[in-house]
């Protein structure tokens, strides 16, 4: 049996989160893609309790509360609605968005769409990166097998940026991984790499990159525990390469 949220306590911190992450201007696409990230501030290590059926029904009743009637004190309020075309965006009713808003949020609204298209088809390919172990959990994965527990989270490269000190802290005492999707240029990585690569190989964290076209996974920065699972990355150097040669690139990038 799954986790269950307890009563407007619990719903307020999903919800003083996710109003903290989203701007004054949001897609529905947007809430759902960013309630992950919200949901794991929030409840830490027992977000692996939550099931996929849970998190449907948390976003339903975070969505209406931020668009329709808020069930707590600590929940936006994107009162106003705009339509363009086929895409609907939702604002606070002090905010009046210029079109560089407008553009911003149908930008998010995208990334947001291609996470949650994408998010699936990475679990599939981390769900067989961990064959043999037992797994549960959705917003946050837990494996198990002989004594060993990996945690794993998915998320963008941005975002990851953005909430580096949270997985860095997470990742403390545990074995942690952060999956992300390929981008389409290096650039987004070379930076991540320049700023926090030192910071996560010392707190343990791991990222790891999944090619959902492909079906494949290559370790990022850090490699997991159990060395039996190392043949199971499509290119299991890659870290070591990446480490020793953008080492040298990356003062080149602002």
């Known amino acids: 049996m799954g986790y269950c949220i307890k009563g407007d306590e619990e719903y307020g911190s999903i919800l003083r989160n996710i109003s903290k992450i989203i701007g004054n201007i949001v897609s529905e696409e947007e809430i759902k893609a960013k309630l992950f990230r919200a949901i794991l501030f929030s409840k830490r290590e027992f ?38 075309g086929d895409d609907t965006l939702y604002h606070i009713h002090t905010f009046k968005p210029e079109k560089e808003d407008i553009v911003h949020a149908l930008e998010l609204k995208h990334e947001s769409k291609v996470f949650l298209d994408s998010l699936e088809s990475m679990m599939d390919v981390v769900d067989t990166f961990f064959s043999g172990y037992d797994s549960e959990g959705f917003v946050l994965k837990k494996y198990r097998r002989k004594g060993l527990t990996n945690y794993v989270f998915f998320s963008t490269i941005d975002d990851v940026f953005v909430d580096f000190e949270f997985h860095k802290d997470f990742s403390e005492g545990r074995n942690y991984s952060v999956v992300v999707k390929t981008e389409r240029t290096p650039e987004k990585f070379i930076r991540f790499f320049k700023k926090f690569s030192e910071q996560a190989k010392k707190s343990g964290l791991r990222i790891w990159v999944v090619n959902t076209g492909e079906k494949t996974i290559d370790p990022f920065i850090g490699y997991p525990k159990d060395l039996n699972l190392i043949k199971n990355f499509k290119n299991p150097r890659v870290a070591g390469l990446i480490s020793a040669l953008w080492r040298e690139k990356v003062e080149d990038i602002d």
């Open 47 to 84: 977000a692996h309790e939550i099931t996929q059926t849970q998190f449907e029904k948390i976003f339903k009743d975070v969505r209406d509360s931020l668009l329709d009637s808020p069930i707590s004190v600590h929940s936006k309020h994107y009162s106003e609605k705009i339509v363009i």
